[in-house]
């Protein structure tokens, strides 16, 4: 008898069903009624005293091993039931809204306000020759302002590079057209920089480029001051000579920001002004390497970057914060 429990004992940790019926009849022919456990308890009484102790440990294990397979059994079922359910007829995770990031919010912003003046956007790739990048812009090779440009290489002899500006994009759609051209290009740019709280390997600029017949510096600067007026709701801008190897003459755009409050005093160290851009009209040289007459046609060009701009409308501390992707700090643009 004893040894029978045993067999039967290692029925039951060996038996498995994901078939409802079979599970069922399995609990009947064990638990059942008639079934063998009682049958097994029934016997008790005829037992020999001496093996009484032996006998009820094992038929108690036997009705334990039967429970626990049972429940096993039916959490298994169950847990398969859900998961069918699962996969047919829930109605998705719910998807989480993305919001739009802040460089690109303000970058639209910027687009929409040259658009309003008659900018059209063109686009340039990422990856640049020599050409496009710096000798059409009037950087020949070893011209020292091309050292204020720490270069990614992907190539030498030729050069093929991750362009450092968006001034190339002048270079290709002066190419293509001729005037009157009034383009707005935005795009990443990359520079082989330290990484500092100043500075990012990756960045965003937007170029402007107006060529057409009589265009004036005085040109440029009404439309910069449209600009910063639209833009920050501050009209006062002075241009400070500067030196691009691509326009000529050259100049700093610093806005005045003004010095209301203490934030104010600091971003702009005191003075109220923040420099935004830089600009100039074109140099005739590289009007000529794209075979635009530069008797007949006269031009500006302005370049920015947009992180700059974003930190000041947003008060933001570090460029790094645009690309660590931390969903706390992107989530509060959500509004705009
Ligand atoms: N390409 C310049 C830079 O990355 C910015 C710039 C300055 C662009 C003057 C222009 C310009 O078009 O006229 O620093």
């Known amino acids: 008898m004893l040894e029978k429990i045993d067999e039967l004992l290692i029925e039951v940790q060996n038996f498995t069903s994901a078939n409802k019926d079979e599970i069922e009849q399995f609990r009947i022919r064990f638990s ?4 063998i456990l009682n049958e097994i308890f029934g016997k008790f009484k005829d037992v020999p005293n001496e093996q009484k102790k032996e006998f009820g440990q094992k038929i108690n294990t036997l009705k334990q091993a039967v429970e626990s397979k049972l429940t096993d059994l039916k959490n298994a079922g169950t847990s398969q039931i859900i998961q069918i359910k699962e ?11 993305g919001t ?11 687009i929409e306000i040259f658009k309003s003046i008659g900018f059209a956007v063109a686009d340039g790739p990422e990856i640049e020759d020599d050409w496009h990048n710096f000798t059409a812009l009037n950087l020949p090779e070893y011209h020292p302002a091309r050292d204020m440009q720490d270069t990614f290489f ?13 001034s190339s994009v002048q270079i290709r759609y002066m190419e293509e057209n001729q005037p009157p051209i009034r383009i707005l290009s935005p795009g990443r740019v990359f520079r082989n920089e330290a990484i500092s709280s100043r500075s990012h390997c990756i960045f965003h600029q937007i170029e402007g480029l107006y060529i057409d017949e009589n265009v004036s510096f005085a040109d440029l600067k009404q439309t910069l001051q449209f600009f910063t007026t639209e833009l920050f ?3 006062k801008i002075r241009l400070r000579p500067s030196y691009f190897p691509f326009t000529e003459p050259s100049a700093e755009v610093d806005v005045y920001w003004g010095l209301n409050s203490e934030t104010d005093y ?12 830089g600009c100039g009209m ?13 008797d007949k046609y006269s031009g500006y060009a302005f370049g920015m970057g947009i992180e700059r701009i974003v930190m000041l409308l947003y008060q933001m501390g570090d460029i ?8 706390r700090m992107l989530q509060q643009f959500k509004s705009l």
């Open 320 to 327: 790094r914060m645009f690309f660590e992707n931390d969903k």
């Open 32 to 35: 059942g009624k008639k079934g």
């Open 154 to 166: 992907l190539e030498t002899d030729p050069d093929i590079l991750l362009r450092t500006h968006t």
């Open 282 to 294: 074109v140099d005739p040289a590289v009007l000529q390497n794209v075979n635009i007459d530069a």
């Open 233 to 235: 709701g501050k009209s």
């Open 266 to 277: 600091r971003i702009t160290k005191g003075t109220g002004w923040l420099e935004i851009m």
């Open 87 to 97: 996969d047919l007829t829930r109605p998705g995770f719910p998807a989480e809204l």
């Open 100 to 110: 739009r990031h802040p460089i690109n919010l303000v970058k639209n912003r910027i």
